[in-house]
């Protein structure tokens, strides 16, 4: 006589440790629904306060990153936008390449990418000085007091 097993029941003894899989299926998530409140929000302030897009240049954004609330609203955006798109495209090699060098490759590369492209856009947001000193006047823009 045969016995067929329990559907649910496991087909290998559970792993111990941290299910990486599961958290990064939770962070997609989250981090899914705090890109929409802050993407609507960069979106809002852009666009339609003030002049709308014919507004946004250099002052523009040299005004926005003076105040430290939206220096902080544009790091988590790039942070969690560009982590969020690391991750899936992560998925997408787990999906399509076999376990090997090209996956480990793939992922290596993806990982140096987003360690460098957060690096370069945390500096560039919190250590961008319009009015730097000791510039020639007529390289500054026209709201620096040297100009």
């Known amino acids: ?3 067929i097993e329990a ?3 496991p087909s290998r003894p559970a792993r111990r440790g941290v299910n990486l899989e599961k958290w990064g299926w939770i ?3 989250l981090s899914g629904f705090l890109l929409v409140v802050l993407i609507f929000g960069h979106l809002f302030v852009n666009l339609l306060v003030g002049e709308g ?6 002052g523009f954004v040299a005004g926005k990153w003076a105040s430290p609330f939206w220096q902080w609203w544009d790091c988590l955006l790039l942070w969690l936008a560009l982590i969020h798109g690391a991750n899936g495209m992560r998925t997408l090699v787990n999906d399509y390449t076999n376990p090997g060098k090209v996956q480990t490759t ?3 590369a993806l990982g140096a990418a ?3 492209l957060l690096t370069l856009g945390t500096l560039v947001i919190f ?3 319009p009015c730097p000193a000791g510039s020639p006047a007529e390289l500054l823009p026209s709201f620096c007091p040297a100009a």
């Open 1 to 3: 006589m045969t016995t």
């Open 7 to 9: 559907p649910r029941s």
């Open 27 to 29: 962070y997609m998530r």
């Open 53 to 58: 897009v014919k507004a946004i240049d250099f």
């Open 106 to 108: 793939l992922k290596v």
């Open 114 to 116: 987003v360690i460098v």
């Open 127 to 129: 250590t961008f000085d």
